[in-house]
């Protein structure tokens, strides 16, 4: 009997976690699947056959839903079940109380290692491209001058000045999207790592020496000292005052993001101008963002938005749903059966129940 994946679907995701292509790559890897009834409502036009809620619970070996299970749900599964989540055990410690003791182990996606290897499985980097393309037509839709330079008969209009701070995979993506649309783009970054990445897509480092780099962090950011933060505070605010839109992405993972555009910044910028803060439902990298709010502070445009994917949903979906079939092809054996080998890297790190003494 081929092992069987459940997809269940959420409220708080409208995104679809699956799709004829990552049907394909289950099929190979060795799963037959049931998803729940209304899965793929938000994108429409995915004719696949779908099931109520409580038989995916009841027959799935393999379970994934955006959100964790309830503890109602949770305490009426009976068997074996794998369960696939996102339970960001960086941001709240797992209580193991939630899970029943019995048969069931859960593995969060937010918690697989940015690796070469598990590229194809991960989810934050899949929309944090999307969603650094987006934060640039979002700030070139609101902002009332033109992106590249445009000669004409009646003047020279000159490109735009685009600022992006924090150039991981969101900040990469903005710096090359915001180029192609001619705009002049200045990026900064405290991983002094990322500089050749971001003079290779044709774009001007911001330089601020000193920077800890902690090559142990695994490639995220690590806090800074007191003397670098002053440093870069003027190095930013000098970047700010120039740009006609800033594009901010920095976080900490597990800690509130940095503030890095201060109110005093943002009233140095020309009226008209954009803030499209990406980090905002962590605190925000600008002092005047809010998180899903559009604000006007001293003629400046600020949007708070952490989940610009969800402007993309057909090609966020289509890119979740292949993660997840890359991610679920793990768990099973050559013969398609299920086998959570504890050797292996990418599960070592990404199950959160049950937890091993070393964890
Ligand atoms: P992130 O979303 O955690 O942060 C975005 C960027 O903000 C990072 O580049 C970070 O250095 C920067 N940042 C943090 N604090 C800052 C500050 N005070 N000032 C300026 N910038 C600041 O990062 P991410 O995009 O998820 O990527 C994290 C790292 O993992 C990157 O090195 C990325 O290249 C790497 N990565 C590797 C793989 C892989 O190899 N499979 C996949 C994804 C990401």
Redesign the pocket.
Known sequence: MATIIGYLRTDADPRCPISLDSLKKLEKAGYTYLAEDGIADAIGGLEISTVPRSEVLRDAHVIYCSTPLSAEEMSALSGDKVLISFYAPYEEAIDPNHFPSDGVSAYSMDMIP???L??SM?V??SM?SLAGYQAVLLAASKLPRYFPMLMTAAGTIRPANVLV???????LQAIATAKRLGARVEA????DA?RDEVQSLGAKFVEVEGATDDIAAG???VQ?TPEYLRK?KEAIAAAVKKADAVIT?????GRPA?T?VTEEMVKTMKPGSVIIDMASSSGGNCECSADTQHVQRHGVHIIGDSQLYLQTLQDASDLLANNIANYASIFLDEEGKLLLNSENEILQKSIVFPQSDSQ
């Open positions: 940015r690796t070469t598990a590229q991960d934050l980097s944090a701070i924090g150039a991981g995979v969101a900040g900064f970054d405290v991983r990322v490639g995220y950011a800074q870069q992405t920095a976080q900490l993972r940095p890095l």
